[in-house]
């Protein structure tokens, strides 16, 4: 079997693997506030795994919440910052960005009657920049906050966060940045991102799902969202997920330890899309000249259907997913490939395989062996 969504989600890696059946074996298990003996070996636990999470992202312990992953984060973060934003205040946004973030802006925007403005993007997947200067100047301290991803889930483009954060600075505007698709897949650091609010999901590098985190510059701009038992400083209640959160820190040790395989990984997917577009001159590689994350490829050939072949490769084994909302089988091209100017049938027909640190390269090779036989399959009964 190849499994290639580690977009979607990352399988477990083998340092955490291994380090679940150790922790399994030993305990201990209890909660983390209690005062018992159990109870504060576990929280010691719980403050190295923040302490070791916080050293491999750049920050400081003092800026880790911890939670169950980027859509809680998101939730907590915007309601945190827009709650008391006034009527003729804007919010910021991409058109690239997940539904955790587009949902949340939408809703915002309705309760306080914001008015919600969506930074268009270029060609290649990357948001135009250069527009979202222009809006700073115009609107500054209108601006509630500017929310756009660091890399983007379909694509893998990188976005220009950095200068976004420097904009935001310049004029004290919040910055939300989504990284959940950064971290674990590129040297990430909080710091050095200028973010004001950052996230993390444990199932995106190898940890366990329903553990994740938020980085903020300053803990107190945060509003408790879960009110509960005054965990996390009491900004987010609950009994933590423990067991989660140092996976966490164990699958950022394992990206740090794998992190000088990252351009072999880029050259062997590299290598993979120049073969396939060798086959086929006309497929379309998705913002394969923006900056990318080293794992992903994003590839349609034009009037194939993106799932017949997804099937075709289901069928040997291989696991990858392609963009398209499907309903009454008429598949349609993805809001970020729209917004990115992709027709419908180049958009109809993406594939997207993400791979990870730890796949073998070798994978490129049988992947690309049976989207090629795919291809000449489905060529001769084009779908579309
Ligand atoms: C860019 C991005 N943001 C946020 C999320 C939400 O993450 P989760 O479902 O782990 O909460 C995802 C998940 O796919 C994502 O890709």
Not at 162 to 167: N, T, V, Y
Not at 318 to 328: M, N
Request: charged share 20%; aromatic share 8%.
């Amino acid at each position: 079997m190849i499994y290639a969504d580690y977009n979607g989600s990352a399988p477990i890696c083998a340092d955490v693997k291994e380090y679940l059946i150790n922790r399994l074996e030993t305990g201990p298990f209890a909660n983390p506030n209690s005062i018992h003996q159990l109870g504060q070996k576990t929280l010691m636990g719980l403050e190295n795994a923040r302490a070791v999470s916080a050293k491999l992202l750049g920050c400081l312990p003092k800026n880790i919440i911890f939670n169950s992953g980027s859509t809680e984060g998101i939730s907590h973060v915007f309601y945190s910052i827009l709650t008391d934003a006034k009527e003729d205040q804007i919010i910021i946004t991409s058109g690239i960005e997940h539904s955790a973030v587009v949902k949340v802006c939408k809703h915002w925007a309705h309760k306080r009657n914001l008015q919600l403005m969506i930074i268009p993007t270029l060609e290649n997947g990357v948001i135009d920049l250069e527009t979202l200067k222009g809006w700073v100047k115009e609107y500054g301290s209108r601006i509630a906050t500017i929310t756009v991803m660091a890399a983007n889930n379909e694509t893998g483009a990188i976005q220009p966060f950095k200068e976004i954060s420097a904009l935001c600075a310049d004029d004290n505007i919040p910055f939300i940045c989504d990284t959940t698709q950064i971290i674990g897949k590129e040297p990430f650091s909080f710091k050095e991102s200028g973010a004001d609010f950052a996230f993390l999901s444990g199932h995106k590098l190898g940890a366990l799902t329903g553990s994740g985190l938020i980085m903020a510059k300053d803990v107190t701009k945060l509003k408790p969202l879960i009110i509960g038992g005054g965990q996390e400083k009491d900004l987010r209640g609950g009994t933590q997920n423990y067991l989660g959160n140092e996976t966490i820190a164990v699958g950022l040790t394992y990206f740090q330890k794998m992190s000088e395989k990252l351009h072999n990984l880029r050259e062997a997917r590299d290598k993979f899309e120049a073969r396939l577009l060798k086959s086929f001159p006309e497929a379309v590689v998705i913002s394969k000249d923006a900056p990318r994350v080293a794992s992903t490829t994003y590839i349609s050939l034009p009037g194939i259907h993106g799932q017949a072949v997804q099937i075709e490769l289901e069928s040997q084994g291989i696991f990858v997913t392609t963009s398209s909302a499907c309903s009454d089988n008429e598949p349609s091209t993805s809001k970020v490939l729209k917004s990115m100017g992709v027709t419908d049938d180049v958009g109809r027909g993406v594939v997207r395989i993400s791979l990870g640190l730890c796949s073998p390269l070798e994978w490129y090779e049988t992947i690309g062996d049976a989207m090629i036989a795919a291809y000449e399959k489905l060529s001769k009964i084009k779908s579309f």
